[in-house]
């Protein structure tokens, strides 16, 4: 039976409300569109849970790090899957002159584009590059082909955060023949996110949790996001090995850019913000 990504999507409003609490570009903007973000915003900062605000470090230096990659990489052409509220996109065309194409599932980016058409015209936004958001399964290499065509001839990167942890092995394995074909055409890279490892949460979860945190945890558990976690970066490496990729690099964690710092309260040791995150990379991978 064919699976139903939909279910996924409805995580990515909790996640905007998070990363609005940050100063990723346009983070608050969209969340102010979506959804209340001021009572969000209030009762975060009320009861500064120890589970959110790791959550928020966690997504803005998963955010950050894929921002360094790509700045290494000076890009020309990026496609980003399953990109939910995320303006990376539309952030890099306005300052680059990069082809940039923004997907995601189609119950989900009509959405997505027409918010992003009334930031561009609220802020007046002149874009040096060309953006694009389209439909995109993922998984529908027929789609993944078809939305690649747009792209103007020469190297691609891929872009993903936040997608491999909701996929099983096999979907996992089905995703890279797919990226790798496309590297291996065109040349270019895969910048991932989403190299995470199993890790005891309990220490973390084990904390009084308020209702937005028991929802995450939920949904956490309802799609076996720690069950497809890889075992240990040792085992990351094999299965990239195994589908063909090399990596080239494995991004740090740059504490200096992490806005989110600030948001922690008292009594919370610095060990401790470096263990929320040490269950994560993000890798640069290239075809071989």
């Known amino acids: 039976m064919e699976r139903d990504f939909n279910t996924i999507s409805p995580s990515a409003g909790a996640l905007l409300m998070m990363k609005a609490l940050t100063d990723i570009p346009f983070a ?14 209030k009762t975060a900062r009320e009861k500064r849970s120890r589970v959110m605000m790791g959550r928020i470090i966690h997504f803005e230096n998963r955010y950050k ?3 360094g ?9 990026v496609l980003e899957l399953s990109s939910g509220f995320s303006c990376r996109g539309l952030h890099m065309a306005l300052h680059k002159d990069v082809t940039y194409i923004d997907t995601d599932l189609p119950e989900f980016i009509s959405n997505k584009k027409q918010l992003v058409e009334r930031l561009i ?11 694009y958001i389209e439909p995109l399964n993922a998984m529908d290499e027929a789609q993944f082909s078809k939305v690649v065509q ?3 001839p020469g190297p691609v990167t891929i872009v993903n955060e936040g997608l ?15 990226i790798h074909r496309l590297l291996k055409e065109r040349g270019g890279y895969w910048v991932t996110g989403d190299v995470y490892i199993k890790k005891d949460m309990s220490r973390l979860l084990g904390q009084s949790q308020d209702a937005f945190d028991e929802q995450l945890t939920k949904f956490l558990e309802e799609h076996r996001i720690e069950e497809n976690k890889f075992e240990s970066y040792e085992a990351a490496l094999d299965f990239f090995t195994r589908c063909h990729f090399t990596v080239k690099r494995r991004i740090d964690i740059d504490y200096a850019s992490l806005s989110s710092l600030r948001l922690i309260a008292r009594g919370v040791e610095e060990d401790e913000v470096r263990e929320w995150m040490q269950g994560r990379e993000t ?3 290239e075809a071989v």
Do not use: R
């Not at 608050?28 to 915003?41: H, I």
């Not at 990659?69 to 052409?77: F, R, T």
């Open 28 to 41: 608050k903007d969209t969340a102010a569109m979506v959804g209340d973000l001021e009572a969000f915003t």
């Open 69 to 77: 990659a790509l700045s290494d990489i000076h890009p020309q052409q």
């Open 283 to 285: 890798w640069v991978l």
């Open 121 to 131: 015209k609220e802020k007046q936004l002149q874009l040096k590059g060309q953006l």
């Open 65 to 67: 790090t894929i921002d």
């Open 164 to 178: 491999l942890v909701y996929l099983n092995t096999t979907e996992k394995t089905q995703l890279c023949a797919t």
């Open 150 to 152: 747009i792209l103007p």
